[in-house]
């Protein structure tokens, strides 16, 4: 079984910055260029995964595209050849050149079954066990192509705040159903995002420099849990304010 290739005729740069703007934006501060390829790699996996529920008409359809990437997974970790696909082919240049952490690349794909249902998440226990294996993986993925050695309590509550305030942003600008817990208000959404990046502080100096710009633009978390729009000038300053100080 194949699926065709979703990619238009572009550099995974240039999808990733059309798709994901934030964090491409953010990878700009990655000074060598072969590791930004390859976290690039690791953002356009996850723009495939982000869009396979909104593009299927019943979850089947969703769960037989989920098989595909844990097909491709078992290509790239294993000695067989990968499939031709743009973002497989590159995510598996980068499995290879960082030693990434299949298991997280599973559970990426694993976590997104959940989007096929788009019932809220009962608890902020359930939420926050889909954000650590999608955006909370993502980021400690990321970070382990920039040479941090054991990431994923490191980036834990940066990825839980991004997660966060991405759902709450989602649904407030496309009007979507609501994942987050149903009793939550718009006062718990602020409240989580806060408590998130300040315990996010401690846990980021156990990630090199280097790693960085794989958690910052976390820092544009508060303001999009409050309903806020960033400019383009005004996420450039808070990435670098978020650089230079090494919080969010």
């Known amino acids: 079984m194949t699926v065709p290739p979703s990619e238009k005729p572009e550099t995974?740069?240039?999808?990733?910055?059309?798709?994901?703007?934030?964090?491409?934006?953010?990878?700009?501060?990655?000074?060598?260029?072969?590791?930004?390829?390859?976290?690039?790699?690791?953002?356009?996996?996850?723009d495939e995964l982000a869009r396979i529920a909104p593009a299927v008409s019943?979850?089947?359809?969703?769960?037989?595209?989920?098989?595909?990437?844990?097909?491709?997974?078992?290509?790239?970790?294993?000695?067989?050849?990968?499939?031709?696909?743009?973002?497989?082919?590159?995510?598996a240049r980068a499995v290879a050149?960082?030693?990434?952490?299949?298991?997280?690349?599973?559970?990426?794909?694993?976590?997104?079954?959940?989007?096929?249902?788009?019932?809220?998440?009962?608890?902020?226990?359930?939420?926050?066990?889909?954000?650590?294996?999608?955006?909370?993986?993502?980021?400690?993925?990321?970070a382990q192509a920039?040479?941090?050695?054991?990431?994923?309590?490191?980036?834990?509550?940066?990825?839980?705040?991004?997660?966060?305030?991405?759902?709450a942003r989602s649904h407030w600008l496309t009007g979507s159903p609501s994942r987050l817990p149903p009793d939550w208000t718009a006062a718990d959404v602020s409240a989580a995002v806060d408590s998130l990046l300040i315990t996010s502080r401690s846990a980021l100096k156990a990630l090199p420099v280097s790693a960085f710009p794989t958690v910052a633009y976390a820092a544009f978390a508060r303001a999009y849990a409050r309903r806020r729009t960033l400019s383009d000038l005004g996420k450039r300053g808070r990435l670098v304010a978020a650089a230079v100080s090494g919080k969010l």
């Open 12 to 46: 995974l740069d240039a999808t990733v910055r059309r798709a994901d703007p934030d964090r491409w934006l953010a990878s700009r501060f990655i000074a060598d260029s072969a590791a930004r390829a390859d976290v690039m790699a690791l953002y356009a996996f996850n």
């Open 146 to 167: 920039l040479g941090a050695a054991d990431p994923i309590a490191a980036v834990q509550s940066a990825g839980r705040a991004w997660g966060v305030a991405g759902l």
């Open 58 to 91: 019943n979850p089947l359809l969703g769960e037989i595209r989920l098989a595909w990437w844990r097909e491709a997974i078992d290509e790239m970790t294993g000695a067989g050849s990968v499939r031709r696909h743009p973002v497989a082919e590159a995510l």
């Open 97 to 142: 050149a960082r030693r990434l952490d299949a298991a997280l690349l599973y559970g990426m794909v694993e976590a997104r079954a959940a989007d096929l249902d788009t019932a809220p998440f009962a608890d902020a226990v359930e939420l926050y066990s889909y954000l650590d294996a999608t955006a909370g993986a993502l980021m400690a993925l990321a």
